[in-house]
C-alpha cells in the first residue's frame, strides 16, 4: 500500500476536503493497479522459472557464465534480465578457470550440499526496464522495477541487492553515445563498483556491472565470435568499434597472424587490453591497439589503397612508400548512433553503413572475409549502394547469416543482423 499512500498525499496537495466517493474512488484504483502489479510480478517469476531451468544446463554444458535470462518475452513486462556468474578472486587465468568449472560442474553432479551457496554468492543479475510507449511517471516506473527485481532474486536465489536495475531508452542522434554510463554518467553504486571476471567458452573477460550502461560484453555475438575463432587461423583480423575486444580475444585464441583493435575510447582501448592479457595475449607486436574514430581510420586506409591502385594502374614503381596493410578478416559492428564530442560529425549507422563497408572492402586481401553486424531495427540493406567490385577489380559474395549468429538464449529474438562479404581469390 505504500505507492497508493503517496498518491493519496500528492492527492490531497490538489484538492481541499475531497468528497468521500473520491476518496473510495481513488483508492479503489489503486488497488487495482498493485493487484496489477503483483500479477505481472508472478508471470515475470513464472517465465523465469522456466528459462532458468532450461539455460542453466545449457550454459553449463557449452561452458557459459553469463547469459540473457528473459528478453521481453511478455510484452506487458517490457525489461531483459542478463546473469553473470562470476569466477571466484583466485581464479584469474584461462586454465585455472577451466579447472575450476570441471571441478565445480562435478561438485553440482555429486549433489554437494555448499556448491549452490558458492555459485549464488557470486551470481548477479542485470534488469533493464525500456522504454515504455506511454507515458508513466518515475515514481511509478521505480516502484514496479522495484517488484520485478524481488521477482527476479528470489527465482535466482540471490540477494536482492545483486539485482542491478537499468533503463535503456530510444537513442536519438542527440542522446546516442556508443557506450553509455548509466544515467546521469555515474556509478549506480556509490559504495561499491560491482566487478569481475567471468568465462565464456574457455575465454576470460572482466565485467563491470555498475559503471555503464553495458557491461563489456554483448552476448549476442557469442555465435559470431566463435565464427571468428574458428576461421582466422594464420589471418591478419581488424577489428573495428572494438569495445573490450571479445572478437579480438576470440581471434587470438583462434591463432589469428596478427589483430589489430581499433576504437575511439581509451576507457574501451584499455579494457580490451586488459581482457587481451588475461588470456595471455600480450604480444605487442602481433597484437596491436588503434585509438581512432573507425570512421575517419577507413577512409584513411581506403585513401591510401586508392593512392597506391592510381601507382600500380599506371606501372610507376614507388619503391620509397610503404605499402599500406590490409587484411584477411574484418569485424564492423559499429553503434547505431555516436555522437562523440571527440569527433565533429555525428555517426548514424543506417546513413553511413554503406560507405564503411565499402570501405572495408576496399583493404580485404583477395580471399577475405568481411562481417557486418547492426542491431539497427530501421537499417534498409540495399547492395546496390556497393559498388559490385572492389577497387581492385575483385568480385566478392553477400550473404545475410543472421539465422546462424542468434544463440540460444536469444532463440526467437533478432538482437542484430549480420552479413558476411567475402572476396573471390
Avoid at 503517496?6 to 466517493?21: A, C, D, F, Q, T
Avoid at 576504437?263 to 587481451?276: C, I
Wanted: net charge neutral.
Amino acid at each position: 500500500m505504500a505507492s497508493c499512500q503517496i498518491k493519496w498525499l500528492e492527492y490531497k496537495k490538489s484538492i481541499v476536503n475531497p468528497p468521500l466517493y473520491h476518496i473510495k474512488a481513488f483508492f479503489f484504483i489503486l488497488t487495482l493497479m498493485e493487484n496489477k502489479t503483483t500479477y505481472q510480478a508472478e508471470l515475470f517469476s513464472n517465465r523465469l522459472k522456466k528459462k532458468y531451468k532450461e539455460l542453466r544446463k545449457w550454459a553449463r554444458k557449452n561452458r557459459i557464465m553469463c547469459y540473457r535470462l528473459y528478453n521481453r518475452d511478455i510484452p506487458e513486462i517490457p525489461v531483459s534480465l542478463d546473469l553473470y556468474e562470476f569466477l571466484p578472486e583466485a581464479v584469474d587465468t584461462p586454465i585455472e578457470a577451466v579447472r575450476f568449472l570441471q571441478a565445480q560442474n562435478t561438485r553440482l553432479s555429486e549433489n554437494d550440499p555448499t556448491v549452490e551457496k558458492e555459485i549464488k554468492e557470486r551470481t548477479y543479475a542485470v534488469l533493464y526496464l525500456y522504454e515504455r510507449p506511454y507515458e508513466k511517471s518515475d515514481e511509478e516506473e521505480e516502484l514496479w522495477l522495484d517488484e520485478m527485481s524481488k521477482a527476479a532474486a528470489s527465482v535466482l536465489q540471490i540477494e536482492k541487492n545483486h539485482i542491478i536495475k537499468k533503463y535503456r531508452k530510444h537513442q536519438t542522434h542527440k542522446e546516442g553515445n556508443q557506450y553509455q554510463k548509466n544515467d546521469s554518467g555515474e556509478d549506480i553504486y556509490d559504495d561499491e563498483k560491482i566487478t569481475g571476471l567471468t568465462a565464456e567458452c574457455g575465454s576470460l573477460f572482466r565485467l563491470d556491472l555498475s559503471s555503464y550502461l553495458d557491461t563489456g560484453l554483448f552476448f549476442d555475438h557469442r555465435p559470431l565470435r566463435e565464427v571468428v575463432r574458428d576461421t582466422c587461423s594464420n589471418k591478419d583480423v581488424l577489428n573495428l568499434f572494438c569495445y573490450t575486444g571479445s572478437f579480438s580475444v576470440y581471434a587470438a585464441g583462434g591463432n589469428a597472424k596478427s589483430i589489430e583493435s581499433v576504437d575511439l575510447s581509451n576507457t574501451y582501448l584499455d579494457w580490451a587490453k586488459d581482457n587481451m592479457k588475461l588470456n595471455g595475449f600480450d604480444d605487442k607486436k602481433r597484437y596491436t591497439f588503434t585509438r581512432e574514430d573507425c570512421v575517419k581510420f577507413l577512409k584513411e586506409k581506403a585513401l591510401a589503397q586508392k593512392s597506391l591502385f592510381g601507382t600500380e594502374k599506371d606501372n610507376h614503381k614507388n619503391t620509397g612508400d610503404i605499402k599500406p596493410k590490409t587484411y584477411d578478416l574484418i569485424i564492423l559492428d559499429p553503434p547505431t548512433f555516436s555522437n562523440s564530442k571527440k569527433t565533429f560529425d555525428v555517426f548514424d549507422v543506417n546513413r553511413d553503413w554503406s560507405q564503411l563497408v565499402k570501405d572495408c572492402l576496399n583493404i580485404l586481401n583477395p580471399d577475405g572475409v568481411l562481417y557486418f553486424s547492426t542491431n539497427s531495427e530501421k537499417l534498409k540493406f540495399d547492395s546496390s549502394l556497393i559498388p559490385p567490385k572492389t577497387l581492385f577489380g575483385k568480385n566478392y559474395t553477400t550473404e545475410e547469416i543472421t539465422p546462424q549468429t542468434i544463440p540460444e538464449d536469444y532463440e526467437g529474438k533478432k538482437p542484430h543482423r549480420v552479413w558476411k562479404f567475402a572476396i573471390e581469390k
